[in-house]
């Protein structure tokens, strides 16, 4: 960062190390999550909307100000809610039962985030819809759940084939993207691990194909995305490499989407098991 008055003639820039430090941005488990958790608390503001929240954790012992000691039966009853609380959030996000959350009766996709743009902040009163997207993601922001188009992005996820079985990383699935897609910017699928919410981990390191990528496509201007432990034979730009053993699910990104994202008049199949 330097003073706007440089910008004509910024400072040199230096590029710092990392080195080879390994690190996890991923929530953790177990009775380290209550530890995590407990630095939150005594870190941070206790902001109007989280009061309730903070009256829930108060009796488990997690109140700012005061130290948390549980004891062995405490701390036994804690990590068993953990591994029981984190399966609801699992079951919240990918087996989503919102009103209204479905793109399209016809697939599987669903609105990824259900924040209402234009009154974004009745958004933090639903506890069910701000946990879902919340347990895999980080932020949230208007721009990413638009009503009408303009700049912004938007989300759709699937956890579930054509037949309705979990994604599985040992199996081989097609997407077609059909043709016209309504976005003025481009689009994109991603794959992301069902265990830990973060980008897959394959060999290849490909975790994602995009319009701005040299696709193959079909005559009719649709685009298939093969997901798969396998690559198919002349369908190696439009691959994306799974790991058997692994479940995954998908987000589906609008960037500027069009009207035909809006009315749903634009399908997204659902991804199918070959």
């Given at each position: 960062?330097?003073?706007?008055?440089?910008?004509?003639?910024?400072?040199?820039?230096?590029?710092?190390?990392?080195?080879?430090?390994?690190?996890?941005?991923?929530?953790?488990?177990?009775?380290?999550?209550?530890?995590?958790?407990?630095?939150?608390?005594?870190?941070?503001?206790?902001?109007?909307?989280?009061?309730?929240?903070?009256?829930?954790?108060?009796?488990?012992?997690?109140?700012?100000?005061?130290?948390?000691?549980?004891?062995?039966?405490?701390t036994?009853?804690?990590?068993?809610?953990?591994?029981?609380?984190?399966?609801?959030?699992?079951?919240?996000?990918?087996?989503?039962?919102?009103?209204g959350?479905?793109?399209?009766?016809?697939a599987?996709?669903?609105?990824?985030?259900?924040?209402?743009?234009?009154?974004?902040?009745?958004?933090?009163?639903?506890?069910?819809?701000?946990?879902?997207?919340?347990?895999?993601?980080?932020?949230?922001?208007?721009?990413?759940?638009?009503?009408?188009?303009?700049p912004?992005?938007?989300?759709?996820?699937?956890?579930?084939?054509?037949?309705?079985?979990?994604?599985?990383?040992?199996?081989?699935?097609?997407?077609?993207?059909?043709?016209d897609?309504?976005?003025?910017?481009?689009?994109?699928?991603?794959?992301?691990?069902v265990?830990?919410?973060?980008?897959?981990?394959?060999?290849?390191?490909?975790?994602?194909?995009?319009?701005?990528?040299?696709?193959?496509?079909?005559?009719?201007?649709?685009?298939?995305?093969?997901?798969?432990?396998?690559?198919?034979?002349?369908?190696e730009?439009?691959?994306?490499?799974?790991?058997?053993?692994?479940?995954?699910?998908?987000?589906?990104?609008?960037?500027?989407?069009?009207?035909?994202?809006?009315?749903?008049?634009w399908?997204?199949?659902?991804?199918?098991?070959?």
């Open positions: 960062m330097y003073p706007y008055a440089q910008h004509d003639n910024p400072p040199k820039m230096d590029i710092l190390d990392a080195g080879t430090k390994t690190w996890s941005g991923l929530p953790p488990r177990g009775m380290e999550y209550w530890q995590r958790l407990n630095e939150v608390i005594q870190a941070e503001p206790i902001e109007t909307r989280d009061i309730f929240f903070h009256a829930m954790l108060r009796p488990l012992g997690l109140e700012k100000g005061k130290p948390f000691k549980p004891d062995v039966r405490q036994k009853i804690l990590t068993d809610a953990a591994l029981v609380g984190e399966a609801m959030a699992k079951a919240n996000s990918a087996d989503r039962r919102f009103a959350g479905g793109y399209r009766p016809d599987h996709w669903d609105f990824a985030l259900q924040l209402d743009a234009d009154d974004p902040d009745a958004f933090w009163n639903l506890l069910d819809e701000r946990a879902s997207w919340f347990y895999e993601a980080v932020g949230a922001g208007a721009a990413m759940a638009p009503k009408r188009p303009g912004s992005s938007a989300y759709l996820s699937a956890y579930k084939d054509k037949a309705g079985n979990w994604l599985d990383g040992g199996a081989t699935y097609r997407l077609r993207v059909p043709p897609p309504p976005i003025k910017l481009f689009w994109s699928v991603t794959l992301y691990d265990d830990t919410r973060a980008l897959i981990l394959n060999e290849q390191n490909i975790t994602d194909r995009s319009s701005r990528m040299d696709l193959r496509k079909n005559a009719d201007g649709s685009i298939d995305i093969y997901c798969g432990p396998k690559v198919l034979a002349g369908f730009t439009n691959w994306i490499p799974t790991v058997p053993g692994k479940n995954w699910f998908a987000y589906f990104r609008f960037y500027q989407p069009t009207e035909a994202y809006f009315d749903r008049s399908p997204l199949p659902d991804f199918e098991q070959l």
